[in-house]
């Protein structure tokens, strides 16, 4: 999930207009992994293609307990 927020990210970016200074040095998480970001985004969709249906349910709280980690820092 966090692949797809990177890859929000990079829209946002796209939107800002040239020279903004979210695009600068204290921005530039804004541009993800740059070429690298599409390519990272597939690999992962492709791995979650792979998950048995069974095994959704850990899959789904493993990712719960990542967001909740992120928030609690």
Known sequence: MLEGA???LRTIARSLPEGH??????G?????YREG???LWKDLIAILGTVETAAWPQAVEGARRTFDAYQAV
């Open 37 to 39: 970001t599409g390519v």
């Open 21 to 26: 200074c979210a695009l600068s040095s204290s």
């Open 6 to 8: 990177t890859l929000g």
């Open 28 to 32: 530039r998480f804004l541009s993800g």
